[in-house]
C-alpha cells in the first residue's frame, strides 16, 4: 500500500512539473535571437535562433523613434512599431515598443491587442484616452497631459485621440514581442472578404444602405 502511495506522489509531482514548465511564458536562456536561417536556427516561439556564438550588439538595437512618423493618413495619426522584426534579440523576451505621432485632431481609432497589455505615456501634447470592458462595456476614459501615464488591459478595445491644436506624440510598451493589433472599423467592415452584410445589418440594427456605404469606404491601417 505505502508503494501505491509513493507512485501516486510522483505521479502529482510529475504532473506538476509538466504542467509548470508548459505554462512557463518567460525565456529560459539569456536571449534568443531571431533568425531567418532555418538550417542554423532552432526554432522557439515563433522564430528561429541565431548560435548565440553569432549575436552581436547591432541584434539588441535600432534608432529612428526621434524622427516623426507621417499622419497626414486619413486618421491623423502614425504608429512606428519596434518588436521582433526590427530588434532580432527580442525573440522571446516578451516586449515592444511603439511611437504613436497624432495631427491635431489626430486618432489612434478603436482597436485591441490580442495578445498584449499596453502602458503608454504621453511625451507632448494633449491626448483623450480610454478603454472598454468586455460585456456590459463599462468606458474607462482620461485626459492625459505630457507626462501622463495611462494602462490597456490586454485584449480589450482602446482608443487615443489628440484633443489639442497642436501635434501630439506618445510612447507605449506593450507586453508581447508581437502583440497583435486588430483596428476594429476595419475588421468589422473592411475585411477580406467581406462580412455578409446581412450579419452586420442584423448586428447593428440599422438599415443595410449604411452597411453598404461603410463596407465600401477605404480602409487604411494604422
Excluded at 132 to 149: A, E, I
Excluded at 209 to 222: G, H, M, R, S
Aim: charged content about 15%.
Amino acid at each position: 500500500m505505502q508503494g501505491v502511495h509513493l507512485l501516486s506522489t510522483i505521479v502529482v509531482l510529475a504532473l506538476a512539473s509538466f504542467l509548470a514548465s508548459a505554462t512557463d511564458p518567460g525565456p529560459l536562456q539569456d536571449f534568443c535571437v531571431a533568425v531567418n536561417d532555418t538550417k542554423t536556427g532552432l526554432f522557439v516561439n515563433g522564430k528561429f535562433c541565431k548560435n548565440p556564438d553569432d549575436v552581436v550588439a547591432e541584434d539588441f538595437f535600432t534608432s529612428g523613434l526621434n524622427m516623426p512618423g507621417d499622419t497626414s493618413g486619413r486618421v491623423g495619426s502614425n504608429v512606428t512599431t519596434v518588436n521582433v522584426d526590427r530588434i532580432a534579440g527580442l525573440n522571446t523576451l516578451g516586449i515592444t515598443l511603439v511611437r504613436i505621432d497624432f495631427a491635431p485632431y489626430g486618432e489612434n481609432p478603436p482597436h485591441t491587442h490580442p495578445r498584449a497589455t499596453e502602458i503608454l505615456v504621453v511625451a507632448e501634447g494633449t491626448l483623450e484616452v480610454g478603454f472598454v470592458t468586455s460585456n456590459p462595456n463599462k468606458l474607462f476614459t482620461k485626459t492625459l497631459k505630457k507626462g501622463d501615464v495611462f494602462v490597456f488591459p490586454i485584449g480589450l478595445i482602446h482608443f487615443q485621440f489628440n484633443r489639442g491644436h497642436e501635434n501630439a506624440v506618445a510612447f507605449a510598451a506593450l507586453s508581447s514581442q508581437n502583440p497583435g493589433v486588430i483596428t476594429i472599423a476595419n475588421a468589422v467592415f473592411g475585411s477580406d472578404p467581406r462580412i455578409n452584410s446581412d450579419v452586420l445589418t442584423k448586428a447593428f440594427q440599422v438599415d443595410k444602405n449604411v452597411i453598404d456605404y461603410l463596407q465600401k469606404q477605404f480602409w487604411e491601417t494604422n
